[in-house]
């Protein structure tokens, strides 16, 4: 069975740092995209970084470039969202997915780890 | 940046069938899917490259995407389809994935 496991999500005051994972489990890590997609409270879904299998193509939304690193650790099964300069309006729900191979669809999510930034 | 617009909120009867639709400019020429998230619950993907449909997901599913405008159809409508829905497209011209604002569907 296929599991997405973000932790990390914590209370940071404005323009202070986090740093996301996202542990993989139950397929072969390297061969997928994998993305970041956030919720802020009572809002809709929003992307906010991709990253392919071997690291070589990242891509940011306009709202987090600049501030957030997406990474992987393909030996370690886990993927990583490194934020810093946070703003109030990073607050949100952080979930992890996996990119469909043969699509630009997220066919598998974790349960999201929240972040709140807060004074 | 491509923009996908959702109406807000669908309401419909058990047993009927819902439409919610997904405008973008020509939004014909790309691969929409449709993503369900139940409150307090990830996201879970419906429909993928337009019309097809994961495994486990019920047959009752099924999309369309033409000109301006993508559609999610739900047929027979239960209970436990209340739930958001959000469109997704891949923006090859800015190398951004876009959501649409999402639509709660409300079961009556």
């Known amino acids: 069975e296929v599991q997405l496991v973000e932790s990390g999500g914590a209370l940071v005051k404005p323009g202070g740092s986090l740093r996301l994972s996202c542990a993989v489990s139950?397929?072969?890590?390297?061969?997928?995209?994998m993305n970041w997609v956030r919720q802020a409270p009572g809002k809709g879904l929003a992307w906010v970084s991709s990253?392919?299998?071997?690291?070589?193509?990242?891509y940011y939304a306009d709202s987090v470039k600049g501030r957030f690193t997406i990474s992987r650790d393909n030996a370690k099964n886990s993927l990583y969202l490194q934020m810093n300069s946070l703003r109030a309006e990073d607050t949100a729900v952080y979930y992890c997915?996996?990119?469909?191979?043969?699509?630009?669809?997220?066919?598998?999510w974790g349960q999201g780890t929240m972040v709140t930034v807060s004074s | 940046s491509y923009v996908l617009t959702q109406p807000p909120s669908v309401s419909v009867a058990p047993g009927k069938t819902a439409s919610i639709t997904c405008g973008g400019t020509n939004i014909g020429s790309k691969t929409v899917h449709w993503y369900q998230q139940r409150p307090g619950q990830a996201p879970v993907v419906v429909i993928y490259y337009d019309t097809d449909r994961p495994s486990g997901i019920p047959e009752r599913f099924s999309g369309s995407n033409s000109g301006n405008t993508a559609t999610l159809t739900i047929s027979r409508v239960e209970a436990g389809d209340e739930a958001d829905y959000y469109c997704q497209v891949w923006d090859s011209s800015s190398d951004h994935w876009v959501f649409g604002g999402g639509t709660k569907l409300t079961v009556l």
């Open positions: 990253i392919s299998g071997s690291s070589n193509y990242k």
């Open positions: 139950g397929l072969t890590f390297s061969n997928y995209r």
């Open positions: 997915a996996r990119g469909m191979p043969t699509s630009f669809a997220f066919d598998i």
